[in-house]
T-cell receptor, first 111, second 116 residues
């Protein structure tokens, strides 16, 4: 059974701080996605990483896929209150199979 | 450019009734996934469907739950004889998966089922 472990589970920081959240597994994934979910809404896709060692940037967010394609990290620079939400990583063991999700990191950024 | 549409957004059922949740995928998407979310438990995979075909139902309870994605019309998740433990947010996602290495899913806003 494939599992994705996310850490930390909760993170509460001040505006302007930097943070990193992690997504780890003992399994290899063909691709890995990061989503952000706000209360009462569905998850919104932020990025997809495919190649081991790949780094993608989305404004203040930097996503990295581990060399062995088993883990990933999300780094946010100068966090803002608008970054508050639940960050979920998801992976598919093989292309075309359903995505398996981690339990998420709940981020709270206060001004 | 409509996204994934789910209805209803909120559904209240008494114990023993049936719940029908609908999902219309994004235009051009032929793959649909259903997930259940409980607070602090993340998204749990239930079932993966293509048009007229169930690809993977390993996450769906064997009793009372069923899903379909007909040739025409939305995908339906049906829960018969609901119990309080079925109360949760149910999300549908669709994918344009065409055989490549990447599986990306785009989610609807969910249906919040409350069993009273």
């Amino acid at each position: 059974t494939q599992l994705l472990e996310q850490s930390p589970q909760f993170l509460s920081i001040q505006e302007g701080e930097n943070l990193t959240v992690y997504c780890n597994s003992s399994s290899v994934f063909s691709s890995l996605q990061w989503y952000r979910q706000e209360p009462g809404e569905g998850p919104v896709l932020l990025v997809t990483v495919v190649t081991g060692g790949e780094v993608k940037k989305l404004k203040r967010l930097t996503f990295q896929f581990g060399d062995a394609r088993k883990d990933s990290s999300l780094h946010i620079t100068a966090a803002q209150p608008g970054d508050t939400g639940l960050y979920l990583c998801a992976g598919a063991g093989q292309a075309g199979t359903a995505l398996i999700f981690g339990k998420g990191t709940t981020l709270s950024v206060s001004s | 450019n409509a996204g994934v549409m789910q209805n209803p957004r909120h559904l209240v059922r008494r114990r023993g009734q049936e719940a029908r949740l609908r999902c219309s995928p994004m235009k051009g998407h032929s793959h649909v996934y259903w997930y259940r979310q409980l607070p602090e438990e993340g998204l749990k995979f239930m079932v993966y469907l293509q048009k007229e075909n169930i690809i993977d139902e390993s996450g769906m309870p064997k009793e009372r739950f069923s899903a379909e994605f007909p040739k025409e019309g939305p995908s339906i998740l049906r829960i018969q004889q609901v119990v309080r433990g079925d109360s949760a947010a149910y999300f549908c996602a669709s994918s344009p998966y065409t055989g490549g290495r990447v599986t990306e899913a785009f989610f609807g806003q969910g249906t919040r089922l409350t069993v009273v």
